[in-house]
């Protein structure tokens, strides 16, 4: 069964960096596209950045600048790497992989940036 697991969420400060991880259990080629995606609350969920199986990145428009995503085969993990951070992206940041017509998702990771 395939699953995504995330890690490397915290508290930081405002202006600083965090890298997150999203894990699978199986190859990160499996999906057609790995992505990262947040939710503060009370808002809607929306898409940090997202990578496919061949290689193309696209970012959200808020985090436009700031973030990367990459990715290591050999570990079959997806990274989001985070620097400037502001308060507005205080958020719990999940990991959402496209499986054929299904999204799969891990159970998310929280990130707090103090003014």
């Known amino acids: 069964q395939l699953r995504l697991v995330e890690s490397g969420g915290g508290l930081v400060q405002f202006g600083g960096s965090l890298r997150l991880s999203c894990a699978t259990s199986?190859?990160?080629?499996?999906?057609?596209?790995v992505g990262w995606y947040r939710q503060a609350p009370g808002k809607e969920r929306e898409l940090v950045a997202r990578?496919?199986?061949?290689?193309?990145?696209d970012y959200g428009n808020s985090v436009q600048g700031r973030v990367s995503i990459s990715r290591d085969r050999y570990k079959n993990t997806v990274y989001l790497q985070m620097n400037n951070l502001k308060p507005e992206d205080t958020a719990m940041y999940y990991c959402?992989?496209?499986?054929?017509?299904?999204?799969?998702w891990g159970q998310g990771t929280q990130v707090t940036v103090s003014s």
């Open positions: 959402g992989a496209a499986l054929g017509a299904t999204a799969l």
């Open positions: 199986g190859s990160i080629f499996s999906f057609k596209a």
């Open positions: 990578i496919t199986a061949g290689g193309a990145t």
